[in-house]
């Protein structure tokens, strides 16, 4: 989502940086590309002036420019301004003292609600909790089964009472069932309309007092642009939001809403959605987004993508057997599945500090298509093949081919790949063998 905004401010970095002096005029003119930098991904004009504002007020007020590295210290108020603006910390949902806690989602149509209260559930399911679902959306035709729908695949389970005309009525036995039940989390969905209109906020009001939630939360589409502003402004004033949740942020708008929403209103963005599956959902961190948006990387959600779809012991075998060299086939394509679990490669690489930029071009080349045939490849193989593919002679790639829809070229590039890898790691192990090196030079947990 803020591809273009990344772009914009890279460049602008590298000419600060670029500099070994900078002179007021210098830091005015690359305020100016900052603050059109922020227009353009559509941030409010109040708060991108606000924004720049407060960064000239420290660069020229704190003598940043008679610094050894004025460049630097530019960009570190830049990154600085950026957290703040995103929200400046990451905040949990609250646990109530004696459960179940209340989440009450609210939002307008077609934000994602339904769906994220989906995810949301699946996601404290997996962290050990009993979330409940609770289905008030009661005059959107057909939205108690969508939410049925969206629990079973979650594995959650759904509190609905059909033919119901009371929304608070349904969330107060929804709540008495959990506390009878032992689920230690209640997420409401709340009705929504077209626009925002006085009827649903009155609703909302009451079945927020009625309920004591400990937590309202505003589900926010990243794609309503400047509309987003005063729609939030508005959930804000009448039932005093205590945070956000950002969905479609995978998608291809511009972003200023994200960064206009949580200044205007001051509530935390504590997750945002960034694809259509159920394990969609992430915790946002101000400090790291500010980072992912300047091509500082983010290695701290990389480790926790990877830890996610990582088992220790397979993990620790891996280990073992790079060390003998005996990596196979069927170890690579095991590998490259837990990649593919991890997200789409280009979003991958933009958390690795310092690739970013530079591989841009290079993730787009090797996009998952490219992923999709070389386990297309490995799949064709027989299990001798894949653990000895010495065996593998003309008539056995061709074949491999055909199989795979690939060509032969194909098919040896993988091969040819997979052995100078191989020969890499053989390298490596003679090295730790003679005591050159204590351990792998890449990590494998």
Same mark, same amino acid.
């Given at each position: 989502?803020?591809?273009?905004?990344?772009?914009?401010?890279?460049?602008?970095?590298?000419?600060?940086?670029?500099?070994?002096?900078?002179?007021?005029?210098?830091?005015?003119?690359?305020?100016?590309?900052?603050?059109?930098?922020?227009?353009?991904?559509?941030?409010?004009?109040?708060?991108?002036?606000?924004?720049?504002?407060?960064?000239?007020?420290?660069?020229?007020g !704190?003598?940043?420019?008679?610094?050894?590295?004025?460049?630097?210290?530019?960009?570190?108020?830049?990154?600085?301004?950026?957290?703040?603006?995103?929200?400046?910390?990451?905040?949990?949902?609250?646990?109530?003292?004696?459960?179940?806690?209340?989440?009450?989602?609210?939002?307008?149509?077609?934000a994602?609600?339904?769906?994220?209260?989906?995810?949301?559930?699946?996601?404290?399911?997996?962290?050990?909790r009993?979330?409940?679902?609770?289905?008030?959306?009661?005059k959107?035709?057909?939205?108690?089964?969508?939410?049925?729908?969206?629990?079973? !695949?979650?594995?959650?389970?759904?509190?609905? !009472?059909?033919?119901?005309?009371d929304?608070?009525?349904?969330?107060?036995?929804?709540?008495?069932?959990?506390?009878?039940?032992?689920?230690?989390?209640?997420?409401?969905?709340?009705?929504?309309?077209?626009?925002?209109?006085?009827?649903?906020?009155?609703?909302?009001?009451?079945?927020?007092?009625?309920?004591?939630?400990?937590?309202?939360?505003?589900?926010?589409?990243?794609?309503?642009?400047?509309?987003?502003?005063?729609?939030?402004?508005?959930?804000?004033?009448?039932?005093?939001?205590?945070?956000?949740?950002?969905?479609?942020?995978?998608?291809?708008?511009?972003?200023?809403?994200v960064?206009?929403?949580?200044?205007?209103?001051?509530?935390?963005?504590?997750?945002?959605?960034?694809?259509?599956?159920?394990?969609?959902?992430?915790?946002?961190?101000?400090?790291?987004?500010?980072?992912?948006?300047?091509?500082?990387?983010?290695?701290?959600?990389?480790?926790?993508?990877?830890?996610?779809?990582?088992?220790?012991?397979?993990?620790? !075998?891996?280990?073992?057997?790079?060390?003998?060299?005996?990596?196979?086939?069927?170890?690579?394509?095991?590998?490259?599945?837990?990649?593919?679990?991890?997200?789409?490669?280009?979003?991958?690489?933009?958390?690795?500090?310092?690739?970013?930029?530079?591989?841009?071009?290079?993730a787009?080349?090797?996009?998952?298509?490219?992923?999709?045939?070389?386990?297309?490849?490995?799949?064709?193989?027989?299990?001798?093949?894949?653990?000895?593919?010495?065996?593998?002679d003309?008539?056995?790639?061709?074949?491999?081919?055909?199989?795979s829809?690939?060509?032969?070229?194909?098919?040896?590039?993988?091969?040819?790949?997979?052995?100078?890898?191989?020969?890499?790691?053989?390298?490596?192990?003679?090295?730790?063998?003679?005591?050159?090196?204590?351990?792998?030079?890449?990590?494998?947990?």
């Amino acid at each position: 989502m803020f591809e273009a905004l990344q772009s914009r401010f890279q460049s602008i970095i590298r000419t600060l940086t670029g500099r070994g002096a900078l002179s007021e005029a210098d830091v005015d003119a690359a305020l100016r590309e900052v603050r059109l930098a922020l227009l353009e991904a559509d941030v409010n004009f109040k708060v991108a002036k606000a924004f720049v504002e407060r960064i000239r007020a420290q660069a020229v007020g !704190q003598d940043v420019l008679k610094s050894l590295s004025p460049g630097h210290q530019v960009v570190k108020l830049v990154h600085r301004e950026l957290i703040r603006l995103l929200g400046g910390s990451s905040r949990e949902l609250r646990v109530a003292d004696r459960p179940p806690t209340i989440i009450l989602l609210a939002g307008l149509h077609g934000a994602g609600k339904t769906t994220t209260a989906g995810k949301l559930a699946y996601r404290l399911r997996r962290r050990g909790r009993r979330p409940l679902l609770v289905a008030t959306d009661l005059k959107r035709p057909a939205a108690v089964t969508q939410l049925e729908t969206v629990g079973r !695949q979650a594995e959650v389970p759904v509190f609905a !009472q059909p033919g119901a005309v009371d929304p608070i009525a349904v969330a107060r036995a929804a709540i008495a069932e959990a506390d009878r039940s032992g689920h230690d989390t209640v997420i409401i969905d709340s009705a929504g309309r077209l626009h925002v209109d006085d009827e649903l906020m009155a609703e909302l009001r009451r079945m927020r007092e009625a309920i004591a939630a400990h937590d309202v939360l505003l589900v926010l589409d990243a794609m309503a642009g400047q509309d987003a502003v005063a729609m939030a402004e508005r959930f804000h004033r009448d039932l005093r939001l205590d945070g956000l949740i950002v969905t479609k942020l995978d998608g291809d708008a511009r972003g200023g809403a994200v960064l206009s929403v949580v200044e205007v209103t001051g509530c935390p963005v504590l997750f945002a959605g960034v694809s259509e599956k159920l394990d969609g959902l992430e915790p946002f961190h101000p400090d790291r987004m500010a980072s992912r948006i300047l091509g500082m990387g983010d290695v701290l959600t990389l480790i926790e993508k990877a830890v996610e779809v990582t088992d220790a012991d397979a993990a620790a !075998q891996l280990e073992r057997k790079l060390r003998r060299a005996e990596f196979t086939l069927e170890d690579f394509r095991q590998q490259l599945r837990q990649v593919r679990k991890m997200g789409p490669l280009d979003t991958l690489i933009e958390m690795i500090p310092g690739l970013g930029g530079r591989m841009k071009g290079a993730a787009a080349e090797m996009d998952e298509r490219q992923l999709t045939r070389v386990e297309a490849i490995i799949d064709s193989m027989t299990p001798l093949e894949r653990t000895q593919p010495q065996v593998l002679d003309g008539s056995r790639r061709r074949r491999i081919a055909r199989g795979s829809g690939t060509s032969i070229q194909d098919v040896n590039r993988l091969f040819k790949q997979f052995e100078d890898a191989k020969r890499l790691i053989k390298q490596v192990g003679e090295m730790e063998r003679k005591g050159k090196r204590g351990r792998l030079p890449f990590p494998l947990q």
